[in-house]
């Protein structure tokens, strides 16, 4: 149950840093997809799925900053 509660913030985050994107705010971008990523690692293992896609997204928006 935690742990749900936990990737529903996870995904919040990275949300919010989507729509940071979208408005090519890219400091405050990164920062929600650094949460969202840092907040995913400390309650599951390295090999969860969103973790890589959280991960590809940070990238993506580190290469447009």
Not at 20 to 34: A, H, S, T, V
Not at 49 to 54: K, V, W
Request: charged share 25%.
């Amino acid at each position: 149950k935690i742990k749900d509660k936990v990737s529903l913030l996870a995904i919040s985050y990275y949300n919010l840093g989507t729509q940071f994107e979208f408005l090519k705010k890219y400091k405050e971008c990164l920062l929600f997809f650094w949460k969202a990523i840092e907040v995913l690692e400390i309650h599951f293992d390295m090999t969860y799925p969103l973790l890589n896609q959280f991960r590809n997204g940070l990238s993506t928006a580190i290469e447009k900053y």
